[in-house]
């Protein structure tokens, strides 16, 4: 059985900062990317960032260049998403996910989903 779980959520004024956490169970992430994808309402989802497991090379959307940072912990299997400056625009619900491959951005790509955890910036 695979899972992945989110948290560190929250709401915070525009400019402020989040760090999200996603931890992995019952996967073998050798060959895997792991990514953060988001939501808001009424709109699809969308890639925001991925890192391969295995390697730690990296891939951001444009729009959160300079602001975000994905990071992993091999032995402990987690995943990180670093939010700075964050903007009204970054409120969604963010999702993590795997991936068999590392560079893809489509949802369809990505095999494996967390729940959730929600993200809102005031302005």
């Known amino acids: 059985q695979v899972q992945l779980v989110e948290s560190g959520g929250g709401l915070v004024q525009a400019g402020g900062s989040l760090r999200l956490t996603c931890t992995a169970s019952g996967v073998t992430f050798g060959s895997y990317a792991l990514g953060w994808f988001r939501q808001a309402p009424g709109k699809e989802r969308e890639f925001v960032a991925a890192i391969s497991w295995l390697t730690s090379n990296t891939d951001y959307i444009g729009s959160v260049k300079g602001r975000f940072t994905i990071s992993r912990d091999y032995a402990k299997r987690t995943l990180y998403l670093q939010m700075n400056s964050l903007k009204p625009e970054d409120t969604a619900v963010y999702y993590c996910?795997?991936?068999?491959?590392?560079?893809?951005?489509?949802?369809?790509?990505?095999?494996?989903w967390g729940q959730g955890t929600q993200v809102t910036v005031s302005s």
């Open positions: 996910a795997a991936s068999e491959t590392f560079g893809l951005r489509l949802t369809r790509d990505y095999r494996y």
